[in-house]
């Protein structure tokens, strides 16, 4: 059975730094793709960054605007995505979600495109 597991979250004033992290088991996502979205009340859940096989960097939304960093570890099968100079409008339920397949760059912003979720994680920023 295939589990993603978030951890990490929490309530952090505005303009400080918070780390994710999501850890995979029951299978390698090592040649698939790996993200983090995001869920604020009342909107569509959003991408924020994607790993997928192959590439050298990950793939940022264009919000995340070089303040929030992702990171993989495919030896320990975990993503992490660390929050800085965080704003209130980061408010959100963070998930992770993996694919099996690489994702073609068209379908890496797709919530329907990846087979696996995790339960999420809540991040409160404070004003």
């Known amino acids: 059975q295939v589990q993603l597991v978030e951890s990490g979250g929490g309530l952090v004033q505005a303009g400080g730094s918070l780390r994710l992290s999501c850890a995979a088991s029951?299978?390698?996502?090592?040649?698939?793709?790996m993200g983090w979205f995001r869920q604020a009340p009342g909107k569509e859940r959003e991408i924020v960054a994607a790993f997928r096989y192959g590439d050298s960097n990950p793939y940022y939304a264009d919000f995340v605007k070089g303040r929030h960093t992702a990171s993989r570890d495919n030896a320990k099968n975990t993503v992490s995505l660390q929050l800085n100079n965080v704003k209130v409008e980061d408010t959100a339920t963070y998930y992770c979600a993996a694919s099996s397949g690489r994702l073609i760059t068209s379908r890496l912003s797709a919530a329907e495109s990846y087979d696996y979720w995790g339960q999420g994680t809540q991040v409160t920023v404070s004003s």
């Open positions: 029951g299978r390698t996502f090592s040649r698939g793709t």
